[in-house]
């Protein structure tokens, strides 16, 4: 019988030095079986930030693709410490083009002196040299022009423009008084007859004699005729309730034997076994140890094999003899 292969039996053991990793049972978390290597590290790296390798059973480093093929159910693997120093962050582009410097200090302009003699300015400026100044005369008041007609024309009249041929005037002669014509009414009277007094004719209006109510002889004695309400809603005399059925006798009775029969939703939903997904553990490392002379068994000389399974702590596990290991 073989003994079972580990993730470091293809010869590329992690550089521990000779040392084995111990992990932290207290801080023990237990994930599905990784597929991939991926996943393996995407569990460490949720769970454990900062790590720098994974063991297997804190032996063999766990590198390689097919490493995770070594890994059973209920393996233990012990994320390592970060011993290395963290490496500097990349630059962006638009920090190493725009590289940033340190300000210095800017020093303060010496005072200005102010010259002590005030001596008189006698050279010429630009302005003076292009901008003489010249006498200002002053300036005889302007008469009005006078009108074109004066300016050298004949006295003459000029002839008919072409509005006084088209438009002549006329001379209009003063209308006379208007005088309302006087009317003469005639004091005769109308004897005539209008359409109104034809087509409406005006009658006598006689006075209106006052109605009394009418007079109802009544009969003293009893009614004895039949009203519709009467005719239509005949009254029946009331019978005796009678008392409630006792009922029928039940042919079917329930049977006290277990019900053997298969329902419809057992039929329709079928029950399937639930399949366990295998697991593994994920532990910190606690601490390093070197490593002792293992036999081929894989068992310490005098000491009991710790077990990787999720089990207490401080449980241990008797070596077994040889050839009694699992594939």
């Known amino acids: 019988m073989a003994s079972r292969n580990s993730a470091g039996s293809d010869g590329s053991s992690g550089s521990l030095g000779g040392h084995q990793l111990v992990g932290d049972p207290r801080q023990r978390v237990t994930v599905p079986m990784p597929k991939s290597i991926d996943d393996l590290h995407f ?4 769970h454990f930030r900062g790590h720098q390798g994974l063991y297997h059973e804190g032996r063999a480093k766990i590198h390689r693709p097919h490493h995770v093929n070594y890994i059973k ?3 233990v693997i012990v994320v390592a410490k970060g011993q290395k120093p963290y490496e500097a962050p990349p630059l962006t582009t638009h920090q190493d083009h725009f590289i940033k410097h340190p300000l210095q200090a ?4 010496p005072p200005r002196q102010m010259p002590t003699t ?4 006698e050279g010429a400026s630009n302005y003076h040299t292009d901008f003489v100044p010249h006498p200002i005369e002053p300036r005889r008041p302007a008469a009005p022009a006078e009108s074109g007609w004066r300016a050298g024309r004949m006295p003459d009249p000029t002839g008919r423009s072409t509005y006084q041929q088209e438009f002549p005037w006329h001379d209009m002669k003063p209308a006379a008084p208007y005088r309302p014509t ?7 009277p109308f004897e005539g007859a209008t359409s ?3 087509d409406y004719v005006k009658h006598d209006v006689r006075p209106r004699t006052a109605v009394g109510p009418q007079r109802r002889d009544m009969n003293p004695g009893p009614f004895e005729g039949d009203t519709t309400y009467n005719l239509d809603y005949v009254r029946h005399p009331l019978n005796d309730r009678a008392h409630p059925h006792s009922g029928y006798t039940a ?3 329930p049977d006290s034997a277990p019900f053997e029969g298969k329902t419809e939703y057992n039929r329709e939903y079928l029950e399937h076994p639930f399949e366990r997904r295998p697991m593994v553990h994920i532990e910190p490392e606690l601490r390093r140890e070197r490593k002792s002379k293992l036999d081929s068994t894989g068992a310490r000389h005098g000491t009991a094999e710790r077990r990787p ?3 207490p702590a401080d449980s241990v596990r008797r070596p077994k003899s040889r050839g009694q290991h699992r594939h």
């Open 251 to 253: 042919t079917l009775k």
């Open 73 to 75: 159910e209920g393996d």
């Open 309 to 311: 399974v999720s089990a």
């Open 182 to 188: 006087e009317f003469h009414k005639d004091s005769a």
């Open 43 to 46: 569990a460490a790296s949720r």
């Open 118 to 121: 005030s001596a008189k300015f």
């Open 106 to 109: 800017r020093a303060a302009p």
């Open 196 to 198: 109104y007094n034809t």
